[in-house]
């Protein structure tokens, strides 16, 4: 698959760190790439414009993507569709992205270091039920826990995570809920909020006895490599509660 059209910025990002990027011929505005034709936004792209491009293969990344996908199918194109909820899963998309671009040995070779990456964080970091509580934000209006692969991430990064059980959707949180708690650490990773700041938690006035920290949201929210990093950052901040 020579000519692909990325629609997730988080198959980009895997696109490119298995060294395919100059096979890239169309992407979304959200996903960080130079020189390549942008299509608009990751759930309303421009269909027309993407024809135009002619791709071998268009990538979707996300349950949210797929109405998209089965318009792009019914439209003739071929798509690699994945719905990673869980850490595995994302850590398998490493593997059937290359698969879908005809890179096996490429996309094994991530998703086994990816992994050894895991394990390597998690034989750092303590085991027990008297972890640190971590409270990941990665809504603020109104307050939604992280759900996904991020209770994952918190637990792989020596923390604990009572708001939402691995692979559920993020929730709305109520203020009770999250004090009741008494989380140690509180994340913001606001998703697509711009410049990344700790303000809407800290104006909140919540009653908590928490170091807050700001975290690029791509570092936890985004399905891809760079989760690997988000996780690393996660267990510096817990490492030093």
């Given at each position: 698959?020579?000519?692909?059209?990325?629609?997730?910025?988080?198959?980009?990002?895997?696109?490119?760190?298995?060294?395919?990027g100059d096979r890239l011929v169309g992407v979304t505005a959200h996903c960080e790439v130079e020189g390549v034709p942008r299509l608009g936004g990751w759930l309303n792209p421009d269909l027309d414009r993407l024809a135009d491009l002619d791709p071998d293969l268009v990538l979707t990344n996300d349950h949210l993507q797929a109405d998209l996908r089965e318009e792009l199918c019914d439209r003739g194109f071929t798509v690699?569709?994945?719905?990673?909820?869980?850490?595995?899963?994302?850590?398998?998309?490493?593997?059937t992205i290359g698969d879908a671009i005809g890179l096996s040995d490429r996309g094994q070779s991530l998703e086994a270091r990816a992994r050894d990456r895991i394990d390597r964080i998690r034989a750092g970091t303590p085991d027990g039920e008297d972890r640190p509580v971590v409270y990941c934000e990665e809504w603020g209006d109104p307050p939604m826990a992280?759900?996904?692969?991020?209770?994952?991430?918190?637990?792989?990064?020596?923390?604990?995570?009572?708001?939402?059980?691995?692979?559920?959707?993020?929730?709305?949180?109520?203020r009770e809920t999250v004090e009741a708690t008494d989380p140690a650490?509180?994340?913001?990773?606001?998703?697509?909020?711009?410049?990344p700041s700790t303000q809407?938690?800290?104006?909140r006035e919540w009653d908590l006895d928490a170091t807050v920290h700001v975290i690029d949201d791509s570092l936890l929210n985004?399905?891809?490599?760079?989760?690997?990093?988000?996780?690393?950052?996660?267990?510096?901040?817990?490492s030093a509660v």
């Open positions: 698959m020579h000519r692909i059209v990325s629609l997730a910025p988080s198959a980009t990002a895997i696109v490119r760190a298995l060294d395919a690699a569709h994945a719905e990673p909820v869980t850490l595995d899963d994302v850590l398998t998309t490493f593997r992280a759900g996904n692969w991020v209770p994952e991430a918190v637990r792989v990064a020596g923390g604990r995570y009572p708001f939402v059980e691995p692979g559920e959707r993020s929730r709305e949180v109520e650490v509180a994340i913001v990773h606001h998703c697509g909020a711009g410049e809407p938690l800290v104006e985004q399905p891809s490599p760079r989760l690997l990093d988000g996780i690393e950052r996660l267990a510096s901040i817990v």
